[in-house]
């Protein structure tokens, strides 16, 4: 059974940068194909796709937010960590790990809710 | 910038159908787009339905069918029920560099 669980925290301040963890269970970021990725939603809109790590460490970001984010793995731990630096109420969101196998994005986790404060 | 379009609302009785779509700001919407379905309630994950095309997730009932129809993916609800009342995002799969691009999600209401 793959199940994955975001953590982090709910308030950051405006220019704070932010770490959330993904920890899961059920498969290995060491198999080929496998993804690990991030997706967020603002509160009432929709969900934008923000980054992905495959089991290859091959990375991909959201293009509009490049230049912000950074995902790493830690295949031992069963861990993807995203940070997102320079955060702004807008980022104010509920952010989602899910597992990826090639194209698919097909389990999720239940979310964690980042409202970004002074 | 690449847009993917889904119709805002929608609304259908119980035990209608209907055809929910996803398209592209240009270009036609292909299976090599891997166009894959999720639904989600308020306060709640996306659950996944569909995934490359057509393929329906474990536990989806079959009443849920994915496709292409023309120049778009679709999503197609069959004898709908009143717990389909939920929103729904389609998902296109860019390639290399950019991965993954969500559309706005189609708002379902089951009356």
């Known amino acids: 059974q793959i199940t994955l669980k975001e953590s982090g925290p709910t308030l950051v301040k405006p220019t704070q940068t932010l770490t959330l963890t993904c920890t899961f269970s059920g498969f290995s970021l060491s198999t080929s194909g496998v993804g690990v990725g991030w997706i967020r939603q603002p509160p009432g809109k929709a969900l934008e796709w923000l980054a992905l790590?495959?089991?290859?460490?091959?990375?991909r970001y959201s293009p509009s937010l490049k230049s912000r984010l950074t995902i790493t793995k830690d295949t031992s731990k069963n861990q993807v960590v995203l940070t997102m630096t320079n955060m702004d109420p807008v980022d104010t969101a509920t952010y989602y790990c899910a597992h990826g196998t090639g194209a698919t994005i097909d389990y999720w986790g239940q979310g964690t809710l980042v409202t970004v404060s002074s | 910038q690449t847009v993917v379009t889904q119709e805002p609302s929608f609304s259908v009785s119980p035990g209608g159908t209907v055809t929910l779509t996803c398209g592209l700001s240009?270009?036609?919407?292909?299976?090599?787009?891997?166009p894959s379905w999720y639904q989600q309630t308020p306060g709640q994950a996306p659950r996944t339905l569909i995934y490359s095309t057509n393929t329906r997730s474990s536990g989806v009932p079959d009443r849920f069918s994915g496709s292409i129809l023309g120049n778009k993916a679709a999503l197609t609800i069959t004898g709908a029920q009143a717990d389909d009342e939920s929103d729904y995002y389609c998902v296109l799969y860019m390639g290399s560099g950019i991965n993954w691009v969500f559309g706005g999600g189609t708002k379902l209401t089951v009356l």
């Open positions: 790590i495959y089991w290859n460490d091959d990375k």
């Open positions: 240009s270009g036609s919407v292909s299976t090599s787009y891997y």
